[in-house]
Nanobody
Framework: QVQLVESGGGLVQAGGSLRLSCAASGRTVNGYHMAWFRQAPGKEREFVVAISWSSRSYNAESVKGRFTISRDNAKNTVYLQMNSLKPEDTAVYYC???????????????????????WGQGTQVTVSS
């Protein structure tokens, strides 16, 4: 059984930084797309950033230059480094992994939440102004 457990969320002031972790069990993170999505109150879940099985990174326009995704295969963990945080980054952040290995490695594919089979429970990030 595949499980994803996020951690590292919290309250931070605008301009600050946080690093989220997503620890996977039941399956390796190597060879699969790994992504972070977020959902703010009253809004739909939106794509934030992804790292493909080939280690290409994809970022939403709103977080480019501020957020970085990385993968540690030895620890079977994916990280989201968030810098220069803004109040509009406030949301629950979810980690997700794709259904199969070596899926299409394209921006359209990795940004679609329907292409992710397993999701974590989410971690709250709150940025105060």
């Amino acid at each position: 059984q595949v499980q994803l457990v996020e951690s590292g969320g919290g309250l931070v002031q605008a301009g600050g930084s946080l690093r989220l972790s997503c620890a996977a069990s039941g399956r390796t993170v190597n060879g699969y797309h790994m992504a972070w999505f977020r959902q703010a109150p009253g809004k739909e879940r939106e794509f934030v950033v992804a790292i493909s099985w080939s280690s290409r990174s994809y970022n939403a326009e709103s977080v480019k230059g501020r957020f970085t995704i990385s993968r540690d295969n030895a620890k079977n963990t994916v990280y989201l480094q968030m810098n220069s945080l803004k109040p509009e980054d406030t949301a629950v952040y979810y980690c997700a992994t794709s259904r199969r290995r070596l899926e299409p490695d394209s921006p359209t594919y990795v940004r679609n939440p329907l292409n992710y089979e397993y999701w974590g429970q989410g971690t709250q990030v709150t940025v105060s102004s």
